[in-house]
C-alpha cells in the first residue's frame, strides 16, 4: 500500500510493535515517528522530505531491509530514552546495498549520546561527510566486516 502524509506518516504512539514489509510511506516531516514500542522494516521505502525519514525518541528501530531517506536525516534519535537503533542483520553475510539509509542535505544516520546502534549491513549515505554521527559505545564482534575508504564513522 501507500501512505502520504502533510507531517508524519506513521507514528507508534503506543508500546507495540509497527511491522513494515512493503509498500511506500510518505512524509514532508517524518515517515515514521517512534514515540513509544518499536518499528521493524523489512521492505519498501519510507521518505520525508523536509526532516527524517525515520525519527526515534524512545523504544527502538531495527531496519534489515529496504530503503529510508530523508532530507535532514535518513534516521535521526533524539530525547533521554536513547532509543536503540539495528541497521542489517548478524547473520554473517554483508550486503552493501539493503538496507539502504540516505540523507540528501544532512547525516545518514544520527544517533544520540549512549544509545546502542548496531550496524550489521547495507549502506548509510549522508551529504559530504555526514553518514554517521553521534556518541556511540562501538564494541568489536567476529565476523565479516566491510568499511570503504570513502566512509567516515565518528564515534
Do not use: R, W
Amino acid at each position: 500500500g501507500k501512505v502520504t502524509s502533510s507531517y508524519i506518516g506513521l507514528n507508534n504512539k503506543a508500546n507495540g510493535k509497527l511491522n513494515i514489509t512493503g509498500g511506500a510511506i510518505s512524509a514532508t516531516q517524518s515517515g515514521v515517528l517512534v514515540s513509544a514500542g518499536t518499528v521493524s522494516m523489512t521492505a519498501g521505502t519510507v521518505t520525508s522530505t523536509s526532516g527524517a525519514g525515520i525519527s526515534a525518541t524512545v523504544g527502538s528501530v531495527t531496519v534489515t531491509g529496504g530503503t529510508v531517506t530523508g532530507k535532514t536525516y535518513g534516521i535521526y534519535t533524539s530525547g533521554t530514552s536513547k532509543p536503540n537503533v539495528t541497521l542489517g542483520t548478524n547473520d554473517g553475510k554483508i550486503s552493501i546495498t539493503s538496507p539502504a539509509i540516505t540523507a540528501s542535505t544532512g547525516t545518514g544516520v544520527e544517533v544520540v549520546s549512549g544509545e546502542i546502534f548496531n550496524f550489521y549491513d547495507g549502506v548509510i549515505k549522508g551529504a559530504t561527510g555526514k553518514s554517521i554521527n553521534g556518541t556511540v559505545t562501538a564494541t568489536a564482534t567476529t565476523g565479516n566486516c566491510f568499511f570503504s575508504k570513502h566512509a567516515k564513522l565518528f564515534l
